[in-house]
């Protein structure tokens, strides 16, 4: 490119989890200020974050990341996705449990091993637990591994939530407990012959994730990958802006996940 792409921050708590990306991020990116016309921003994924990003596109940004998006509404998270495309901008969901860098550097190999088990269980620990946050949190883990989540029952009781469900001819079965210690989310995978284990960190830090298959001939941990959430997804806004292509089939699966939830 001719010159770095700037960036910035809708808030002051973004704006020092930009400073900590930016220090580690290549040379095509640096800090923008609110003057310049062709920014990427990134946005709260709280509160009404699909408006914010769909007033950034249609003012000209041409990358807009949204940290740790939450529910919304899903008919305005197509119309951002069709707004995007019009515009030729990229809108990146830096997720902390979905977006993890190693599960999606290994997302190909671990379809093809899933496809050999069948029940799912997810335990998760979190400082924060409520039912839509959690179901959301899973929904997306195993949108990443190449199927839709479908509720069936869902519990809660003062400090946890329990979810029950299918992954297409899958058992599905979640549990999320609330505790400062230990966070994140673990998937197992089971089959017969067969099991997948997978830890997901979750704390936005450069720490792999530990991803495990294992079989009959013994079981193989997958290559460790030293990234972060966020630097990922600046890197696939990047390729998206280099490229000059648009693609909003990961807003229309988020939109899909979400409308699934709300239906509960």
């Given at each position: ?39 990427t921003v990134l946005v709260a994924g709280d509160d009404d974050w699909v408006t914010r ?184 806004a990047l390729i998206a802006i280099e490229s000059g292509q648009s693609n909003g089939d ?15």
């Open positions: 490119m001719n010159r770095p792409i700037s960036i910035a921050a809708e808030t002051p708590v973004l704006q020092n989890r930009l400073a900590r990306t930016l220090a580690s991020l290549p040379l095509s990116f640096r800090a923008g200020g609110q003057s310049e016309a062709s920014w990003a769909t007033l950034a596109v249609q003012a000209g940004s041409r990358a807009v990341i949204v940290a740790d998006p939450g529910m919304t509404d899903p008919d305005a998270v197509i119309a951002l996705s069709d707004c995007a495309e019009k515009a030729g901008a990229t809108v990146q969901l830096a997720e902390r449990y979905a977006g993890d860098p190693t599960l999606l550097r290994h997302r190909d190999d671990l379809i093809q091993h899933l496809a050999a088990t069948s029940t799912i269980l997810i335990n998760q620990v979190d400082d924060i637990v409520t039912p839509e946050r959690v179901t959301l949190d899973m929904a997306r883990t195993v949108r990443v591994l190449g199927h839709s989540l479908c509720v069936t029952h869902r519990w809660q009781t003062a400090h946890a939530v329990m979810i029950r469900g299918t992954v297409g001819d899958k058992l599905f079965e979640g549990v999320a407990t609330e505790g400062s210690a230990g966070q994140g989310q673990r998937l197992d995978a089971l089959g017969f012959g067969r099991t997948l284990r997978l830890s997901l960190r979750g704390d936005g830090s450069a720490r792999p994730s530990d991803l495990r298959i294992a079989n009959a001939k013994g079981e193989r941990k997958l290559p460790d990958v030293f990234e972060s959430v966020d630097r990922a997804a600046w890197q696939r990961a807003l229309r699966q988020f939109a899909d996940d979400v409308a699934m939830i709300r239906s509960l």
